[in-house]
């Protein structure tokens, strides 16, 4: 399921906005955390910018209440810095903080999926349930993300395609920390976009289309091994991805001349050099 750019006479979709009933964090909390994340996307508020309790909850048009409730929570999960005197500022998150991270992720879905095999058929529909109307979420984020790709419908695609990561990894049973985990998780890959932009329309398809082999995979839940391959494609896409065309490049050519220097590659006769594939440096094949 490619992702295309739409004709110029094409009608843009609306993007997607997360509901207050979907959020994590309820009421006015909520809110803020939503809200100051928002202001980072948007580009109102730079990332290790320092500003002020006063200055969000004029912009967010909340009390100082929520606001401090909100920064409480993002300052325990290590997403703001907050320093008496100084101020308080969205923290910069690397590539490598969220492949460790992400892998984490990978941990808990696998081991909860674990658990939908022998599960009653009824609570067993009911969750994959759940799974497919994230899954549709996440196709239509995507489909308004190729007709207008910018910083806030990348921001509404990376929403759902968090409430599709939360609801696999919810698929069993996980405890009220795994869950804050994952918002965690959540709200560090939309600040690490802000600034480092999903480089390539074919991406967004790519993912797609290993969210649904991943749903198809959940279904059939005829092998745990055949699940564990579906998670570990798909989180290993979402991680490289992390990188630039011309990062992921050089990885890949460094690890190939990695493997043939250490003997662990061999050479048939008659065998050609490594070259990248087509489409490998960032052009078009």
Request: aromatic share 6%; proline share 5%; with cysteine.
């Amino acid at each position: 399921m490619p992702c295309e750019p739409k004709g110029q006479g094409d009608p843009v979709p609306m993007p997607m906005r997360r509901s207050a009933s979907g959020r994590f964090y309820s009421g006015q909390r909520g809110e803020a955390i939503d809200g100051l994340i928002g202001l980072v996307v948007e580009g109102r508020l730079g990332i290790d910018e320092k500003t002020s309790e006063q200055w969000i909850g004029a912009h967010l048009d909340l009390s100082r209440t929520p606001i401090r409730e909100g920064l409480a929570i993002l300052g325990g999960a290590k997403v703001v810095v907050q320093k008496p005197q100084v101020g308080v500022w969205v923290r910069r998150v690397d590539e490598h903080e969220l492949s460790t991270l992400l892998a984490y992720v990978q941990d808990i879905a696998t081991h909860s999926a674990r658990s939908l095999i022998g599960t009653g058929s009824d609570e067993r529909s009911v969750r994959l349930g759940e799974i497919s109307r994230a899954l549709r979420d996440l196709d239509d984020a995507a489909d308004v993300l190729c007709a207008r790709f910018d910083g806030v419908t990348q921001d509404a695609y990376l929403e759902a395609e968090k409430r599709f990561i939360v609801r696999v990894c919810e698929i069993g049973t996980v405890p009220p920390v795994a869950s804050e985990f994952l918002e965690k998780v959540g709200l560090e890959l939309r600040i690490y976009h802000s600034e480092n932009q999903l480089w390539r329309p074919e991406w967004i398809g790519q993912r797609r289309q290993e969210a649904h082999t991943l749903d198809q995979s959940l279904r059939s839940a005829d092998s745990r091994q055949a699940i564990a391959l579906a998670l570990r494609r798909y989180f290993t896409l979402l991680t490289t991805q992390l990188k630039t065309p011309s990062e992921q490049l050089f990885a890949n050519t460094a690890t190939k001349a990695l493997k043939l220097r250490s003997g662990q590659e061999q050479l048939d006769a008659g065998s050609k050099p490594y070259l990248p594939a087509a489409g490998e440096d960032g052009s078009s094949a």
